[in-house]
């Protein structure tokens, strides 16, 4: 079985900063791809970035691409999101998952594991 525990979430003001981090249980965790979403209130869950699971590739969304990085350290089994430049729309509950492959996807069907959220509110 695998848990993911997120934490780092809070609040903040346009322009600021915050560092998500995702804990994982469970032995495979270097064997799979991670990846991060978020919800806003009345939208759909969206996809935000993906790791694969050496770390060495990443994908994010147009609308966060050089302001947010995802990272991961197998040795530790944690994934984290260091957000920069927040903005309004930026706000969500945020989610880690596990892929079910090793690259993983943008699609949220494509992942079998996801923690509980942890909510990111930008002020302006």
């Known amino acids: 079985q695998v848990q993911l525990v997120e934490s780092g979430g809070g609040l903040v003001q346009t322009g600021g900063s915050l560092r998500l981090s995702c804990a994982a249980s469970?032995?495979?965790?270097?064997?799979?791809?991670m990846g991060w979403f978020r919800q806003a209130p009345g939208k759909e869950r969206e996809f935000v970035a993906r790791?694969?699971?050496?770390?060495?590739?990443?994908y994010y969304t147009d609308s966060v691409k050089g302001r947010f990085t995802i990272s991961r350290d197998n040795a530790k089994k944690t994934v984290s999101l260091q957000m920069n430049s927040l903005k309004p729309e930026d706000t969500a509950v945020y989610y880690c998952?596990?892929?079910?492959?090793?690259?993983?996807?943008?699609?949220?069907?494509?992942?079998?594991?996801w923690g509980q959220g942890t909510q990111v509110t930008v002020s302006s």
């Open positions: 469970g032995r495979t965790f270097s064997s799979y791809a």
């Open positions: 998952a596990r892929a079910r492959t090793t690259v993983g996807t943008a699609r949220a069907h494509e992942y079998d594991y």
């Open positions: 790791i694969t699971w050496s770390g060495g590739t990443t």
